[in-house]
């Protein structure tokens, strides 16, 4: 099983990895939570979950300078990769498992690159513990530049519950690319699942 590494500001900006600009889970429940859809101890439990990153990022790879000096990379020598967790649904049975909850994560490049990986775990939350992790998916993962899609499920249930989709994302890049390889986590926005 892929193992998960927290990616931190230090080590992102070692990495060069460039992160797109988008709402932490907490604060993109927030806006749900005031219209009263989401109660705090919920916001409480997703941000301790995603331990303050980020819902989605794009990280690249780029050619490494033969000079010790920055310079800007052409636009052709970039490849842009992008990590996303999809919301937690009751699935329908087309990609996922009929009468399950399932969370997807998923991971592509706009350029072939010799390893993609995506793997999904599915968090529940429960009251006045936090959110626990009911499910892990497989490993998808492969070369090229499609996208690959990791699924992890589990039983739907009769009452509403909140749920979280966690990604685990991993890019190994060609030869001659800086960084050589990544590994990063996307969390999903915060789901209220009703089967």
Not at 73 to 88: G, K
Not at 137 to 157: D, E, M, R, W
């Amino acid at each position: 099983m892929l193992r998960r590494h927290v990616l931190g500001i230090g080590l992102a900006a070692l990495l060069a990895v460039s992160v797109a600009a988008v709402a932490s889970p907490a604060s993109a429940a927030g806006s749900a939570m005031a219209a009263g859809a989401i109660p705090q101890p919920v916001l409480d439990a997703a941000e301790a979950l995603a331990g303050g990153q980020v819902v989605a990022v794009t990280p690249t790879f780029s050619r490494k300078p033969t000079t010790r000096k920055p310079v800007a990379a052409a636009a052709e020598n970039v490849i842009t990769c992008t990590a996303r967790a999809q919301y937690p649904h009751a699935s329908t049975g087309g990609n996922g498992i009929p009468g399950s909850i399932d969370g997807k994560a998923d991971s592509w490049c706009d350029a072939p690159i010799p390893y993609i990986g995506a793997q999904a775990e599915l968090y529940q939350y429960v009251p006045g513990s936090g959110f626990y992790l009911v499910s892990v998916g497989s490993l998808n993962s492969g070369p090229g530049n499609k996208t690959y899609t990791g699924v992890a499920f589990t039983i739907c249930q009769s009452v509403p519950n909140y749920y979280v989709t966690k990604g685990i994302h991993t890019y190994t890049a060609p030869g001659g690319y800086y960084p050589p390889s990544l590994t990063l986590t996307t969390q999903s926005p915060i789901v209220q699942v009703t089967c």
